[in-house]
């Protein structure tokens, strides 16, 4: 009988906090890559320690558990660039590596490095399974000396997913509810917390108050985009945010509420996973958001409706559709958006996606950040490998792509059927580059011709690439 090493009970941890694959850096040691196999996980082997991060990221985005990884400590500068996004995005993964000198620079970007044992090797990687999805979320280091991952180690019986939330503390309910009392124009705004569970609770609150909703990039898709409470993203501006005498924060975090959003003197709750830093607030409740919004139930039918005029908030939306598609880019995004079916995922590292209809939440992969290299192909790719019953297109632009070309041949390989949409004119060196890798790519001069390929393209079920001008008129 085989004996459990400290690797094995590593990736049982892994498995245990919901991860179904394993991203594997180039360097990843042969110990973690042996105990992947040996408990029938996938292997994906990404082409640098950036990239592995990205993929681990944005499945814990699309996914219910964290993303998970293995690396060695050879590319610990990538290993941090990678982790800075996953941290700034407050994507939950679990990154397991060797031990190095370097592996100090990773400290910064983490919620917690924590460095096994044989006898503790259990209990921590339990620990890094609750913190990662713990509120709020992010990634976690687990360090294995390369002399420490095959010694003999016994599983532990813990769990590797955090608690669920206590219910919100009364008195915060009451003033919550005080505040959606008083406003007669409330306001709406959903973020990176809220969850496919939330979606008819979010939806009931904003029918019954009745509010309009905005969405910063991450929150979209909590209320369905052809909604007609539903007046597209969070913009500093915005005709709504101007008319409002309370916005409420439906899990949004700190780190995507732009500065200054909010008119002065406009007083903000919030409902949320995670406690707000700081103060500031008129009133905020902290749990699980479904639970929140049910408790408010009896505060919000004992108020009158609130005072929005209907055709008011008609014109603004049509100002936001109007506005979203202006641009030529936007407009070949539309146009994608309609040839595809809802629930459709997308992708992209370059701000497009305010044209692309969301319907449920996390189908617009974008970072709230600078994207890492590469990232519209790698996060298609990740979503795709976590949803194969559904589609994923990606948007982006030629250098972007130039660092996607090894993960795009890898793609193709896996039998993804991805589509790469390319907002400009290819080069002939970049496009002879994806011929070799086995895409060759699909020029188009305009707008009608981009919807024609684009629709056959999809259909194929194969990996395509369609480069489009879209300041180009069709001949």
């Known amino acids: 009988m085989a004996r459990t090493t400290v690797a094995d009970v590593l990736v049982d941890g892994l498995a245990r906090a919901g991860a179904a694959r394993v991203f594997a850096a180039p360097d990843a040691p042969t110990s973690l890559r042996a105990a992947v196999h040996r408990r029938a996980l996938d292997v994906v082997e990404a082409p640098d320690a ?56 990773l400290a910064p970007v983490v919620k917690a490095s924590l460095v096994v044992e044989p006898a503790s090797a259990g209990h921590w990687i339990a620990h890094a399974g609750q913190l990662a999805m713990g509120d709020p979320r992010g990634p976690v280091h687990v360090v294995v000396a390369a002399d420490v991952a095959g010694e003999p180690a016994l599983p532990v019986a813990a769990s590797c997913r955090p608690a669920p939330l206590p219910p919100p503390e009364p008195a915060r309910l009451d003033a919550l509810g005080a505040a959606i009392a008083a406003a007669t124009r409330p306001l709406l705004i959903t973020g990176l917390e809220c969850d496919v569970g939330d979606v008819r609770w979010i939806r009931a609150f904003a029918e019954t108050l009745p509010a309009p909703v905005l969405a910063t990039s991450r929150g979209r898709g909590a209320l369905a985009d052809p909604h ?21 924060l439906l899990g949004v975090d700190a780190g995507e509420l732009p500065p200054a959003v909010v008119a002065a003197g406009t007083p903000v709750a919030r409902i949320g996973r995670a406690r707000w830093p700081g103060c500031g607030l008129a009133a905020e409740a902290v749990g699980d958001l479904a639970l929140v919004i049910e ?23 049509r100002a936001v559709i109007s506005a979203a598609n202006a641009t030529p880019a936007a407009r070949l995004v539309a146009l994608a958006r309609e ?19 969301a319907v449920g939440p996390r189908e617009t992969l974008t970072p709230l950040g600078p994207a890492p290299r590469g ?75 981009f919807a024609v390929a ?18 180009r008129p069709s001949p």
């Open 228 to 248: 007609p409470l539903a007046l597209g993203s969070l913009v500093p501006g915005h005709a709504a945010l101007a008319r409002a005498d309370l916005v409420i």
């Open 375 to 449: 990232y519209a192909v790698l996060a298609a790719l990740a979503a795709q490998l976590h949803h194969p019953d559904r589609r994923v297109v990606a948007f982006t632009r030629a250098a972007a792509l130039v660092s996607g070309v090894s993960v795009l041949a890898q793609a193709v390989a896996l039998g993804l059927p991805l589509v790469v949409v390319v907002l400009e004119a290819l080069e002939p060196a970049i496009a002879a580059r994806l011929e070799r890798a086995g895409v060759p790519p699909i020029a188009c001069p305009g707008e009608r011709e």
């Open 50 to 105: 950036t990239a592995a991060v990205v993929l681990a990221a944005v499945t814990g985005e699309v996914g219910e558990g964290p993303g998970a990884l293995v690396a060695g400590v050879d590319d610990a500068r990538g290993l941090v660039r990678g982790l800075a996004h996953a941290q700034r995005e407050r994507l939950p993964l679990i990154a397991v590596t060797a031990e190095g000198a370097d592996t100090r620079l």
């Open 339 to 357: 040839a595809t079916p809802a629930g459709t995922l997308a992708a992209s590292d370059t701000p497009v996606l305010a044209a692309w209809q």
């Open 295 to 317: 408790e408010l139930a009896p505060y919000v039918r004992a108020r009158p409706a609130a005072d929005w005029d209907v055709a008011e908030l008609d014109r603004m939306k």
């Open 454 to 471: 684009f629709s056959h393209a999809y259909q194929s079920g194969r990996l395509s690439v369609i480069s489009v001008d879209p300041g």
